[in-house]
């Protein structure tokens, strides 16, 4: 059974930082890509950030500066720093894999694209 299991995540205050780590299990990930959505209530999903198979990097245009992905393929383990949060980064956090991480594309997902249970993520001012 693939299972995707995030940690991290928390309350913190503007301008502090957090950091997620996303943990793959049931099935190797080193082929596929990895990333990090989130979601805030009354709002659609987005995609936060990415790593596709050859290691390339993608981020939001609100995130790119502040947050930082990183995958280490031996873990299967999908990383997110955030720093300089600020309110509207408040969501609910999620890895998924496989998904869609290409240049000049919105981080996006597939039909089969397998989700993590979330971990929350509040920013106050």
């Known amino acids: 059974q693939v299972q995707l299991v995030e940690s991290g995540g928390g309350s913190v205050q503007t301008g502090g930082s957090l950091g997620l780590s996303c943990a793959a299990s049931g099935q190797s990930y080193t082929g596929s890509s990895m990333g990090w959505f989130r979601q805030a209530p009354g709002r659609e999903r987005e995609g936060v950030a990415c790593s596709d198979v050859a290691g390339n990097i993608r981020y939001a245009s609100d995130v790119k500066g502040r947050f930082t992905v990183s995958k280490d393929n031996d873990t299967h383990s999908l990383f997110l720093q955030m720093n300089n949060l600020k309110p509207e980064d408040s969501a609910m956090y999620y890895c998924?894999?496989?998904?869609?991480?290409?240049?000049?594309?919105?981080?996006?997902?597939?039909?089969?694209?397998?989700w993590g249970q979330g971990t929350q993520v509040i920013v106050s001012s």
């Open positions: 998924a894999a496989p998904i869609i991480c290409m240049y000049g594309r919105h981080i996006d997902t597939f039909s089969w694209t397998v």
